[in-house]
Nanobody, 121 residues
Framework: VQLQASGGGLVQAGASLRLSCSAS????????MGWFRQFPGKDREFVAG????????YFADSVKGRFTISKNNAKMTSYLQMDSLKPEDTAVYYC???????????????WGQGTQVTVSS
């Protein structure tokens, strides 16, 4: 299983970004997908996740109402739409695929490379 994350960049506060995570070598439709982020010197934390069917989504309280996660099984791609970005959203963002509890990092066995998101004030 290979995951390729893209879409990060440098934006001003209040702007939007859309991260994409393309998968290969996996039956994409049977996996949960998650997005995590990591601040310098900190552990990776859950940001958003989506069930294998795409019917259920989950968000960290810090991004609820600003971020949206979606999953296109036909395109084998997951998206993280980030609106109203804040400087405190600055981090390296990772996508992941797995099975189990969406919010639990232990459910994810496959990880993409990180993509840097920087939000200036």
């Amino acid at each position: 299983v290979q995951l390729q994350a893209s879409g990060g960049g440098l934006v001003q506060a209040g702007a939007s970004l859309r991260l994409s995570c393309s998968a290969s070598g996996v039956t994409f439709g049977s996996y949960i997908m998650g997005w995590f982020r990591q601040f310098p010197g900190k552990d990776r934390e859950f940001v958003a996740g989506i069930s294998w069917s795409g019917g259920s989504t989950y968000f960290a309280d810090s991004v609820k109402g600003r971020f949206t996660i979606s999953k296109n099984n036909a395109k084998m791609t997951s998206y993280l739409q980030m609106d109203s970005l804040k400087p405190e959203d600055t981090a390296v963002y990772y996508c992941a695929a797995g099975n189990g509890i969406v919010r639990d990092i232990r459910a994810y066995r496959n990880w993409g490379q990180g993509t840097q998101v920087t939000v200036s004030s």
